[in-house]
């Protein structure tokens, strides 16, 4: 297999946490005070706690990042690594950017034993790699895990979003990724992607198949397009008044995270009542603890209300009705090779749902790369089912 060549790595901010670092209490109330502007200020002053916008940045989602991962007991750093301000050899910025400040990535590397396989995890569309927080602790138990914030979400820089394209658009992220390898000097490791960020891996590993050790795909979006799966309701929707204004709205580029800005201080609230929806009365799986559901509501506020960028990516790669305009399966049977389906209850959420289930199918398809696991890791364990 083919190493890349090793490259410096520009560090801004480098951190190194553990768990017995903040108690519930102390990073419930961190949460809140980072929640309103102070209440000496002119603004404090001027308008009642329930009128003020809440306001974020690069640091804030940081910070919220910090509260959230207090409940990891592994030890981790947390850098923001620097890609450059664009691919090399290319004339355009990341991507068609006014500006060619250099952009930085968001990493955080969990401690891990020595030798063990390093395991890169990718978010999906409109999550940050915060999302993985349940997970952290058993997976850095067999795995070197390092997390990251695409290009343009959570922690990560999020420069101007001017592509124009499908191919504009998977190039945004493939090629920011593969700076964002080259400048951590990786090779020859396990790549996992949940949704969006499975389209986004599946697409990487198949441009740079001499780094990807193994694929894990999560939920994966991208594998069907429209053409593949047509509606008669969607069809006949598109017709109506309705379908034409949703339509109108995608096209346009309207994302649920331009909603939660629009609301300002309401914003919060709104982001409170979906965590808890859908981590707590509609999950399917271990329900959020309060201390859990308070500092994860938190962290999606800071990294939804923060500069559009990486999120405009939606109407390039998806077709109204969120179907893929460049599908993965014409790709994959392009590059055949060995696939693997298990499956484990829980919601497309899996991770935060069903954690111990989520553990067990990735130790599983990992089975061949993890010491010790040997013939016993051949069977299916319970819960896990093959598709």
Same mark, same amino acid.
């Given at each position: 297999m083919r190493r890349a060549a090793a490259a410096a790595v520009t560090v801004t901010t480098t951190t190194r946490m553990a768990a017995e670092g903040m108690s519930t209490a102390a990073a419930a109330a961190e949460a809140t005070a980072t929640a309103a502007p102070a209440a000496g200020s002119r603004w404090g002053r001027a308008w009642p706690s329930a009128l003020r916008w809440i306001p974020t940045s690069t640091d804030r989602i940081i910070a919220a990042e910090k509260r959230l991962l207090s409940i990891v007991k592994?030890?981790?750093?947390?850098?923001q690594v620097n890609i450059g301000s664009s691919?090399?050899?290319?004339?355009?910025?990341?991507?068609?950017?006014?500006?060619?400040?250099?952009?930085?990535?968001?990493?955080?590397? +969990?401690?891990?034993?020595?030798? #063990?396989?390093? @395991?890169?995890?990718?978010?999906?569309? *409109?999550? !940050?790699? &915060?999302f993985f927080f349940r997970n952290f602790d058993a997976l850095a138990s067999r795995f070197r895990v390092i997390a990251i914030d695409q290009l343009g979400w959570g922690g990560s820089s999020r420069p101007d979003f001017t592509c124009k394209s499908t191919e504009e658009?998977?190039?945004?992220?493939?090629?920011? +990724?593969?700076?964002?390898?080259? #400048?951590?000097? @990786?090779?020859?490791?396990?790549?996992? *992607?949940? !949704?969006? &960020?499975?389209?986004?891996a599946a697409k990487y590993a198949l441009q740079h198949p001499e780094h990807v050790q193994h694929l894990i795909l999560v939920g994966p979006a991208g594998f069907s397009s429209e053409t593949e799966h047509s509606s008669e309701w969607l069809t006949k929707f598109r017709a109506t008044w309705k379908g034409m204004l949703v339509n109108h709205l995608w096209e346009s580029n309207f994302t649920p995270q331009r909603i939660v800005r629009g609301l300002g201080p309401w914003g919060p609230g709104l982001v409170q009542r979906y965590t808890s929806a859908r981590f707590g009365s509609h999950s399917t799986g271990e329900l959020l603890t309060e201390q859990e559901s308070t500092l994860l509501t938190d962290y999606i506020y800071h990294t939804l209300a923060a500069k559009a960028s990486g999120e405009l990516c939606l109407k390039h790669i998806f077709s109204f009705g969120a179907f893929v305009r460049k599908p993965l399966l014409q790709r994959s049977y392009e590059h055949p090779g060995d696939l693997e389906s298990i499956c484990t209850i829980g919601g497309h959420f899996v991770f935060i749902d069903n954690p111990s289930g989520f553990h067990s199918a990735v130790f599983h398809a990992c089975r061949k790369f993890l010491s010790g696991d040997g013939e016993e890791g051949l069977s299916l364990p319970e819960g896990l089912t093959s598709a």
């Amino acid at each position: 297999m083919r190493r890349a060549a090793a490259a410096a790595v520009t560090v801004t901010t480098t951190t190194r946490m553990a768990a017995e670092g903040m108690s519930t209490a102390a990073a419930a109330a961190e949460a809140t005070a980072t929640a309103a502007p102070a209440a000496g200020s002119r603004w404090g002053r001027a308008w009642p706690s329930a009128l003020r916008w809440i306001p974020t940045s690069t640091d804030r989602i940081i910070a919220a990042e910090k509260r959230l991962l207090s409940i990891v007991k592994t030890g981790y750093v947390q850098e923001q690594v620097n890609i450059g301000s664009s691919p090399p050899g290319s004339k355009v910025r990341w991507f068609r950017s006014s500006s060619d400040e250099p952009r930085f990535i968001n990493t955080v590397t +969990f401690d891990s034993e020595e030798n #063990a396989p390093t @395991l890169v995890m990718v978010h999906g569309y *409109g999550a !940050s790699q &915060g999302f993985f927080f349940r997970n952290f602790d058993a997976l850095a138990s067999r795995f070197r895990v390092i997390a990251i914030d695409q290009l343009g979400w959570g922690g990560s820089s999020r420069p101007d979003f001017t592509c124009k394209s499908t191919e504009e658009t998977e190039a945004w992220f493939i090629d920011s +990724f593969e700076e964002w390898r080259k #400048a951590k000097n @990786l090779s020859n490791f396990i790549l996992l *992607g949940h !949704s969006f &960020g499975g389209y986004v891996a599946a697409k990487y590993a198949l441009q740079h198949p001499e780094h990807v050790q193994h694929l894990i795909l999560v939920g994966p979006a991208g594998f069907s397009s429209e053409t593949e799966h047509s509606s008669e309701w969607l069809t006949k929707f598109r017709a109506t008044w309705k379908g034409m204004l949703v339509n109108h709205l995608w096209e346009s580029n309207f994302t649920p995270q331009r909603i939660v800005r629009g609301l300002g201080p309401w914003g919060p609230g709104l982001v409170q009542r979906y965590t808890s929806a859908r981590f707590g009365s509609h999950s399917t799986g271990e329900l959020l603890t309060e201390q859990e559901s308070t500092l994860l509501t938190d962290y999606i506020y800071h990294t939804l209300a923060a500069k559009a960028s990486g999120e405009l990516c939606l109407k390039h790669i998806f077709s109204f009705g969120a179907f893929v305009r460049k599908p993965l399966l014409q790709r994959s049977y392009e590059h055949p090779g060995d696939l693997e389906s298990i499956c484990t209850i829980g919601g497309h959420f899996v991770f935060i749902d069903n954690p111990s289930g989520f553990h067990s199918a990735v130790f599983h398809a990992c089975r061949k790369f993890l010491s010790g696991d040997g013939e016993e890791g051949l069977s299916l364990p319970e819960g896990l089912t093959s598709a």
